[in-house]
């Protein structure tokens, strides 16, 4: 009787413990930081390193609409600055105002023609609307400018894939991996397409990479579920699930496959 008590004490204290730690490791600083930023702007209107600093750290914590308000003040202070109109194009791709988004990358590549995340985030507009071969097309300027940058090799990848060019989708993603191991998306997108040519094995492999290098992951344990749950190794791939479930409450999916696995798992 007192094992359980004290038990339920320590479950009652972990439940008053949880906000005030979630909140300390989330937002907290941001926030401090942006109220700084209010004050020096307010301070010194006319700084445009303020306005890029407090867009930034509106984009950490979410507020997409005040992070593009506070670009747009930057560029009315600085208009030839392509950096600034790379960060209001990110902003209006985050908040699916494509043909702006488009417009805000070629002109952030206008003024600087060497800038490969420019070209990067336009390929990537492209792809979301169904320009595929646009999109490959930016990837490569981005490469030729660039050819170490992995994100570049990653979104070709993810085009290809979408193309059915699987081979050369795995390509792009293993020359990702070999300029970043730490590239955590290259390992869990080569595993999407190794699903697909139900290299199962491989794909699992490639999932714990991602899964390794971070560990939130959150689409990498579903898919490495999915994976486990085609080989019928029904008791890692329920593992998973929950694991995703427990990292995003809302993945419906993951939830989904539980209840399906309830006919396969033993408990």
Do not use: W
Not at 131 to 146: F, M, R, S, T
Not at 147 to 152: R, T
């Amino acid at each position: 009787m007192k094992k359980l008590l004290y038990i339920i004490l320590l479950f009652i204290l972990s439940l008053y413990a949880l906000p005030s730690f979630c909140y300390e490791h989330s937002d907290f600083e941001l926030i401090k930081q942006l109220r700084k930023c209010n004050k020096k702007i307010d301070r010194n209107p006319e700084d445009v390193r303020l306005y890029i600093q407090r867009g930034y750290l509106n984009f950490m914590v979410g507020n997409y609409e005040d992070a593009l308000s506070d670009y747009e003040s930057a560029k009315q202070l600085e208009p030839e600055n392509s950096d600034i109109y790379y960060s209001i194009g990110k902003m209006e791709y985050i908040l699916k105002n494509y043909d702006l988004s488009l417009e805000n990358y070629t002109k952030a590549i206008h003024l600087k023609p060497k800038d490969a995340k420019s070209y990067v985030g336009r390929g990537l507009v492209k792809e979301v609307c169904g320009n595929l071969q646009g999109a490959i097309e930016d990837y490569d300027k981005a490469i030729k400018v660039n050819k170490k940058y992995s994100q570049a090799y990653v979104n070709r990848g993810v085009t290809k894939d979408k193309q059915q060019k699987y081979e050369e989708a795995l390509a792009d993603y293993s020359k990702a991996i070999k300029i970043d191991k730490y590239a955590s998306d290259a390992y869990y997108n080569r595993g999407l397409t190794l699903c697909k040519l139900k290299r199962y094995d491989e794909a699992i492999s490639d999932y714990s990479a991602a899964i390794d290098l971070d560990g939130f992951y959150e689409l990498a344990y579903f898919h490495r579920g999915m994976t486990y749950f085609l080989l019928k190794q029904y008791e890692k791939s329920r593992l998973d699930f929950i694991k995703a479930l427990d990292i995003n409450p809302k993945n419906n999916d993951a939830r989904e496959k539980l209840i399906e696995l309830q006919d396969y798992v033993v408990e």
